[in-house]
């Protein structure tokens, strides 16, 4: 089992709906947690931590479920713009690495 | 601007031919991270350093050096590359302080290396 599993997608919806992502992590140890949006052929940009008491950004919603292991992302009223790869980043504390476990992303596509 | 910058952002070399791919960040961060990304393997940790002098291999330091003399900066070396290091090469920055890692990393724009 990998250590992130994320939905790979492609999720293609269109403009205004609303698209929840998930992902599941193994390590019950995790300390910290995050999603990450990358753009075709560019770098990741953080998008938001997620907390355990959960988070919102705007139209953007992160959860956290400790005892079942996953974290999810809600976007509501999608737009143009979000069409991306979502990436979820889990943080082990290794020592004194801070080791950042990435899944490989889930692609969005939001469409006219 | 707060940033970190690569170069090159594109390299196409041979079996063999040593290279080094420079990474600067101007945000005074103490850890700096070498990533590569992979089609169905996403981002793996090649080498990262906690501060000047202080590095330790992640996840694939096979066929790679770094160097970390100065805080701003984090070569990273391919002594004599082959044709598995094609990649997409990624730099990362943070601040390192807590425990709990919830430091935002920063990351320069990417290296795409094809070795021939």
């Known amino acids: 089992r990998k250590e992130v599993e994320q939905d790979p997608g492609p999720f293609n919806v269109p403009e205004g709906a609303t698209v929840a992502f998930n992902c599941t992590y193994s390590n019950s140890a995790s300390q910290s947690f995050f999603w990450y949006r990358q753009d075709c052929r560019k770098e990741p940009k953080l998008l938001m931590s997620?907390?355990?008491?959960?988070n919102e950004d705007g139209r953007f919603t992160a959860q956290l479920n400790r005892a079942s292991q996953y974290i999810s992302l809600l976007i509501r009223d999608s737009k143009l713009s979000d069409s991306a790869t979502y990436l979820c980043?889990?943080?082990?504390?290794?020592?004194?690495?801070?080791?950042?476990?990435w899944g490989l992303g889930t692609s969005l596509a939001v469409n006219p | 601007e707060a940033q970190v910058t690569q170069n090159p952002r594109y390299l196409i070399t041979v079996t063999g031919k040593k290279l080094t791919v420079t990474c600067s960040q101007n945000m005074n961060h103490e850890y700096m991270s070498w990533y590569r990304q992979d089609p169905g393997l996403g981002l793996r940790q090649i080498y990262y350093s906690m501060n000047v002098e202080v590095t330790d291999k992640g996840d694939v330091p096979e066929g790679y050096k770094v160097s970390r003399k100065e805080k701003r900066n984090f070569p990273l070396i391919l002594e004599s590359p082959s044709p598995n290091q094609t990649s997409l090469y990624f730099c990362?920055?943070?601040?390192?302080?807590?425990?709990?890692?919830?430091?935002?990393?920063?990351f320069g724009p990417g290296t795409r290396l094809t070795v021939l």
């Open positions: 990362a920055s943070s601040f390192q302080g807590g425990l709990a890692g919830n430091n935002e990393q920063f």
């Open positions: 997620v907390y355990s008491s959960g």
């Open positions: 980043v889990v943080n082990q504390n290794a020592g004194n690495n801070r080791k950042l476990i």
